[in-house]
């Protein structure tokens, strides 16, 4: 009887410690089951700085007082124009007759390009010219001229004779090249550039200076084109060494690119002046249209220096250190710094407060080691991120941490 009435009795205590235990078991799966959705919290981020340091001195665009004028600057994307008026163009018309030539033949540097013999009638139109006091070199009947020696003197002094030439060897007739010169403009986006002409001598060639500034900034990308411009003079054959037209190329760090002038369109120049920003050349392209005064294309130089000089006065230099912390980054609010992984100078145009900066941050999870990119900082005008770094490890909490 004893033994029997001992049995329920441990039955009894085996049932309750089962259910603590199972008790137990259930708490610690309800705690675990809160603390797992933060096992693989994503680090959080917050920032210090949101605008860099600018230096520069803000000055106005020195705009011709005649005319119209415009200024492109194509490694800060700018673009801007000043009484951006349809108007004859002269001999910048002759940059749309390199462009299609060039189209039609390219030729690389040390090339000499296709050749012909000049005429008898060439001879007659080169004296022609010179009768009606328009810019032409002497050619001889007979005389071998090549693709580079005509462009050389269309582009340096201006030949409108060598223009007739190129002409000839693309086209059928005068018709044909204008009517291509045209085409090609507006294949470039040229709304307001029409062309009468391959020389500029028709006053019924015309465009705005924010259109010839676009086509001066895309001639300047064949390396053929900029050392033909740069020339201060070029020998031809049987004239010899003959000018430059293009007003100051050669001093104060201009590089080109053309001028022209006749009676409707005044003096036209358009200047590229080189400058150095972030350890390469760069170019701002300055055009003036209709400037009056003396020979008419020195007024229009000068003009377009002094435009495309007050256009590199108003760069800003916004410089990001090395090392200079821009926020924090970490979990739980156990964090460290991050900074830029290298010392990066921003250059933005007309605008001292600052360029538009944006931040792209990595999802981590699980911890930050030290000279770990986080994320890289976003910056306008700049094709390229600004990687960001971590500053010192930092871990997240482990289970038993956030248990206890």
Same mark, same amino acid.
């Given at each position: 009887?004893?033994? +029997? +009435?001992?049995?329920?009795?441990?039955?009894?205590?085996?049932?309750?410690?089962?259910?603590?235990?199972?008790?137990?078991?259930?708490?610690?799966?309800?705690?675990?089951?809160?603390? =797992?959705?933060?096992?693989?919290?994503?680090?959080?981020?917050?920032?210090t700085v949101r605008?860099?340091?600018?230096?520069?001195?803000?000055?106005?665009?020195?705009?011709?007082? &005649?005319?119209?004028? %415009?200024?492109?600057?194509?490694?800060?994307?700018?673009?801007?124009?000043?009484?951006?008026?349809?108007?004859?163009?002269?001999?910048?018309?002759?940059?749309?007759?390199?462009?299609?030539?060039?189209?039609?033949?390219?030729?690389a540097l040390g090339?000499?390009?296709?050749?012909?013999?000049?005429?008898?009638?060439?001879?007659?139109?080169?004296?022609?010219?010179?009768?009606?006091?328009?810019?032409?070199?002497?050619?001889?009947?007979?005389?071998?001229?090549?693709?580079?020696?005509?462009?050389?003197?269309?582009?340096?002094?201006?030949?409108?004779?060598?223009?007739?030439?190129?002409?000839?060897? *693309?086209?059928?007739?005068?018709?044909?090249?204008?009517?291509?010169?045209?085409?090609?403009? %507006?294949?470039?986006?040229?709304?307001?550039?029409?062309?009468?002409?391959?020389?500029?001598?028709?006053?019924?060639?015309?465009?705005?200076?924010?259109?010839?500034?676009?086509?001066? %900034? =895309?001639?300047?990308?064949?390396?053929?084109?900029?050392?033909?411009?740069?020339?201060?003079?070029?020998?031809?054959?049987?004239?010899?060494?003959? +000018?430059?037209?293009?007003?100051?190329?050669?001093t104060d760090h201009?590089?080109?690119?053309?001028?022209?002038?006749?009676?409707?369109?005044?003096?036209?120049?358009?200047?590229?002046?080189?400058?150095?920003?972030?350890?390469?050349?760069?170019?701002?392209?300055?055009? *003036?249209?209709? #400037?009056?005064?003396?020979?008419?294309?020195?007024?229009?130089? +000068?003009?377009?220096?002094?435009?495309?000089?007050?256009?590199?006065?108003?760069?800003?230099?916004?410089?990001?250190?090395?090392?200079?912390?821009?926020?924090?980054?970490?979990?739980?609010?156990?964090?460290?710094?991050?900074?830029?992984?290298?010392?990066?100078?921003?250059?933005?145009?007309?605008?001292?407060?600052?360029?538009?900066?944006?931040?792209? &941050?990595?999802?981590?999870?699980?911890?930050?080691?030290?000279?770990?990119?986080?994320?890289?900082?976003?910056?306008?005008?700049?094709?390229?991120? =600004?990687?960001?770094?971590?500053?010192?490890?930092?871990? #997240?909490?482990?289970?038993?941490?956030?248990?206890?």
């Amino acid at each position: 009887m004893s033994t +029997n +009435n001992r049995r329920p009795t441990r039955r009894g205590i085996v049932t309750r410690l089962f259910s603590m235990l199972l008790g137990l078991v259930i708490a610690a799966a309800i705690v675990l089951s809160l603390q =797992l959705p933060f096992a693989h919290e994503r680090a959080t981020y917050r920032f210090t700085v949101r605008t860099p340091v600018a230096t520069g001195v803000a000055q106005p665009l020195a705009w011709p007082i &005649m005319g119209s004028a %415009a200024i492109d600057i194509p490694a800060l994307g700018v673009t801007r124009s000043w009484h951006n008026s349809v108007v004859p163009i002269a001999s910048l018309t002759k940059l749309m007759t390199a462009y299609v030539v060039l189209k039609r033949f390219p030729l690389a540097l040390g090339g000499t390009g296709p050749c012909i013999t000049v005429t008898n009638d060439q001879v007659l139109d080169y004296e022609q010219e010179k009768t009606a006091d328009e810019s032409a070199v002497i050619v001889e009947e007979g005389e071998p001229l090549c693709e580079i020696t005509l462009l050389d003197g269309m582009l340096v002094h201006s030949a409108a004779n060598y223009a007739d030439i190129l002409e000839m060897m *693309v086209s059928a007739s005068p018709a044909d090249f204008v009517s291509l010169m045209n085409r090609t403009a %507006a294949s470039l986006g040229l709304r307001h550039t029409h062309y009468g002409d391959d020389a500029g001598i028709s006053d019924d060639s015309v465009s705005t200076a924010l259109d010839q500034a676009k086509l001066a %900034a =895309l001639l300047m990308k064949s390396p053929l084109v900029r050392s033909i411009v740069a020339q201060t003079s070029v020998d031809l054959p049987v004239s010899g060494y003959e +000018n430059s037209f293009t007003p100051l190329v050669g001093t104060d760090h201009v590089v080109g690119i053309k001028s022209g002038r006749t009676s409707a369109a005044g003096g036209c120049d358009i200047l590229a002046l080189a400058f150095r920003q972030g350890g390469r050349e760069r170019i701002v392209y300055a055009v *003036v249209l209709g #400037q009056q005064g003396g020979d008419l294309i020195g007024p229009a130089g +000068n003009a377009a220096l002094v435009l495309a000089q007050s256009a590199l006065d108003l760069r800003f230099v916004h410089t990001f250190a090395k090392g200079t912390v821009l926020g924090y980054v970490g979990f739980n609010h156990h964090d460290v710094p991050f900074a830029l992984a290298r010392t990066s100078h921003l250059y933005v145009w007309g605008d001292p407060s600052g360029p538009v900066v944006r931040w792209r &941050m990595r999802t981590l999870t699980t911890s930050v080691r030290r000279g770990e990119v986080v994320g890289w900082l976003l910056v306008s005008g700049v094709s390229r991120p =600004l990687a960001l770094v971590a500053q010192r490890s930092v871990a #997240q909490p482990t289970l038993w941490k956030r248990i206890t």
